[in-house]
């Protein structure tokens, strides 16, 4: 349950729509319910304005389905990363209004469509096999009320293609940066741009890239100021961040015209 949800209850209690005790039975599981091999936490969306999303990998497509069942019970989107394709075909049969995204492999359940965020997130990748890993983020953006403007295969071995792209990175609120191989891309574009960008390493390349570590060092190692970096394909935590970032960046710019 979110804020706004939370609102709407309480103001169907006060006008008498809502019996109080079934608001009380409503909240009754906030924070969390137990349902034995899982916590859920209704209270995330409260908390952090993000529901809690579902890391499918390594769960049961029953226990994935049961968690879905109570997020939406609760009232709150759905968000499921790293769903293998017959986890996502168990979703969509049980839930026929969810939308499986392929190339991320994300699953998504939208019960009260967010807010849309003024301006957008760039979202970039250096080679097509980056692909999956940058959807990953471009859908968690996009779930969460980004508009998301995607840049793919603009790696820096033919530089001109990220420079053809200035403009649109220009006017971003924040980029995503996803890249495997030496991760140069980030870098690159954080020395172009004056937004945060988020460096996303990839586990792409050959041996010597040590599925994904010469990446990541890389990035770590960036010249570049404003460039932060998360794990290894973790493109749902880039995303995530990238969501805050350009939320906030909009409430300052609300919060400064209503003081002048």
């Known amino acids: 349950m979110d804020e706004n949800r939370l609102h709407e209850l309480m103001r169907s209690v006060r006008n ?14 906030l924070p969390f319910e137990d349902l034995g091999f899982a916590r859920v936490d209704h209270h995330r969306a409260l908390r952090q304005g993000l529901p809690e999303a579902i ?6 497509i029953e226990q994935v389905v049961a968690i879905i069942t109570k997020q939406r019970e609760y009232g709150s989107n ?3 990363t790293r769903c293998a394709p017959e986890t996502a075909r168990a979703v969509l049969t049980a839930f026929p209004d969810a939308v499986h995204h392929d190339a991320a492999r994300v699953v998504t359940l939208t019960v009260d469509p967010p807010r849309e965020i003024p301006g957008y997130v760039a979202v970039v990748c250096a080679g097509t096999s980056d692909i999956p890993v940058t959807e990953e983020a471009a859908v968690t953006c996009e779930f969460s009320g980004s508009r998301v403007e995607r840049i793919y295969d603009a790696g820096v071995a033919g530089i001109h293609r990220i420079m053809a792209s200035r403009d649109k990175l220009a006017q971003a609120d924040v980029v995503v940066v996803c890249a495997g191989m030496e991760g140069a891309l980030p870098s690159v574009v954080g020395g172009l741009v004056s937004v945060p960008v988020i460096a996303v ?52 710019l609300v919060e400064k015209d209503a003081a002048s």
């Open 201 to 252: 390493p990839t586990s792409v390349g050959y041996g010597a890239s040590f599925h994904g570590l010469a990446a990541l060092l890389g990035m770590l190692n960036t010249c570049a100021a404003g460039v932060s970096v998360v794990n290894i394909d973790n493109g749902f935590g880039a995303g995530v961040i990238a969501t805050m970032i350009h939320r906030a960046s909009q409430r300052a």
């Open 55 to 60: 890391f499918c990998q390594g769960k049961t």
């Open 16 to 29: 008498g729509s809502v019996d109080p005790q079934d608001a009380v039975e409503r909240l009754r599981n």
């Open 78 to 80: 759905v968000l499921a």
